[in-house]
């Protein structure tokens, strides 16, 4: 017995009878209902879809509703869904559309029914988190209605005279956006983004600006998400491929608006030694228009950073032995008198490949140009105080994985080999397996996290492995085709070879595996994003006889033709879990004036015999372990 520990912990209460009270409050707080958790994965910059399935917590607020009010229509329930999503855009929709007396009466019949959908959904909570939950400044005034709502006693003119009075002071729409605000907070308590919020979307910035607000939210990095803490953090590799990935969608704005960055000199050089080629037309979305100056100037920087990113590749295939990327060196397979390039045995002809700046005896050297270019943009991305409290959120609330409730969330892949044995990454001399290769990776991220001022060194150059490497859990392939797919007709070098997990994760014995080997029991699940599920073409994202969950399903809108839906997210509460498949959300405008929702098709991956608790979760443990302090305390109380 830690006899010191147990004196620090006495001076948190007054008395012997207030740790007994502690005790008793645990001990009923471990045995509510389970919150629910919300997964969602590969977002990658579409945040007006993004935030919808955040506000309809994917279905939840309106199974929420019904439950509540069987009488209602659907219109009715659809009414209410979307004040409770939008209340503010909707409530501005119906003061236009109505008298002021009519909007006074529409005001006071749904503050009633948010009231009552309050209690509703807090009724698994305990009192304190539900007040916890509303805005301070309405608390009080709140709790007396929620405990009044359904009065029909002597207090129900006192219920009926705080409401007037609210509306006497102009105060009744501000408590609607409070009320609707605390019912999708208490609907859904914890987020899980899978990974993928960077790249193809153009708003990846307000994603993160609207997780940085959540009370209670993590993140696995994707692939996408890492190649940008990397350009953040000081590797001149990565910021070329960011730059290029945002002059492919068409996505520069996201650079030189929402962060900051200014481009100038890169945009100069490229307009001074490139001509548009068709291979790098930008790939924009339906809807986005922009004039053919615009995108002839996106092709040539596309293919500006494209030629400095394989530079800057071929210097760090060389400094890193250890990664084995050599057969990636592809500016050293380049006969520049022919214009062709061997890949194996292979030779191929180059289609419109410009290398004005390249020096055929040494392709990866930069020019003096190129050099205060780079070193101008990293001071630039450095600079970015936008980014740097993104790429710091990113590092609080991020990890390679995480076990979190008895599931395992990898964005991408563990690396196996055919046989379902782990894949090594030995780096030097030392082989990395399994768990402990994420572990590995993770502790290099946050070494390149906390040394921007490093390009070079190993944590910055692993960040980069990370996107383009076969042992990578964010990449999983043999080789990142970006050259092949600019450059060669031939589609059948494009194709990048996936990891064998790809095939064995279908298989529930690999998954049993993978999740012991992070500690978990076969009673949970993995659940990955990273490759998009062609659930048109039949395939299922429940896999592994239901123990593997992939929740990739078309968020980007240049996959939704190849998935043929917009997008999974996943729910788990207390009495299982739920896949649910989107359709594509149009605006927030339509969802306000029309109703509209995303159509979501819920499947149920795994319902539980008995309703999981509080003290079946992570919380829950912690909350145990600090019962057990606690009764050792009062047993004690006396002789500390």
Known sequence: MDKKYYQLLKKQFSSKEAVLTEIINLSAICELPKATEHFMSDVHGEYDAFNHVLRNGSGSIKEKLRDCFPEFSATEISSLATLIYYPQEKLDSECQLKETEEFENYCQINLVYLLKTVKFVGQKYTRSKVRKAFPEKFRYILEELINEVDSTTDKRDYFDSI???LQNLGELTRLIVALADTIRRLTVDHLHVVGDIYDRGPYPDKIIDRLIKMPSVDVQWGNHDIVWMAAFSGSPLAMMNVIRICARYGNLDILEESYGINLRMILEYAERYYEPSEAFQPRLVDGVRLSDDEKALLNKLQEATAILQFKLESQLIKRRPDFQLEHRDVLHFIDFSEKTIKLGTEVYELTDFQAPTVNPEQPESLTAEEEKIISHLLNNFRSSDKLKRHVEFLQEKGAMYLSYNGNLLIHGCLPLHENGDFKSFTVNKEAHTGRDLLDFFDQEVR????????STDLATDLMWYLWVGECSSLFGKTAMTTFERY???????????????????????????ILENFGLDEGGHLVNGHTPIKEKNGENPIKADGKLIVIDGGFAKTYQKETGIAGYTLLYNSFGIQLVAHQPFSTVKEAVEKGTDIISLKRLVAEVDQRKR???TNVGQTLLSEIADLEVLFEHYEEF
């Open 614 to 616: 509080v003290k079946d």
């Open 447 to 454: 070494k390149c996290l906390a040394h921007p001022e490093n």
């Open 163 to 165: 409401l007037s009075q």
């Open 487 to 513: 450059y060669i007709k031939d589609k059948k070098t494009h194709v990048e070879k996936k990891n064998p997990y790809y095939q064995l994760r279908e298989e529930a014995e690999i998954i049993r595996k």
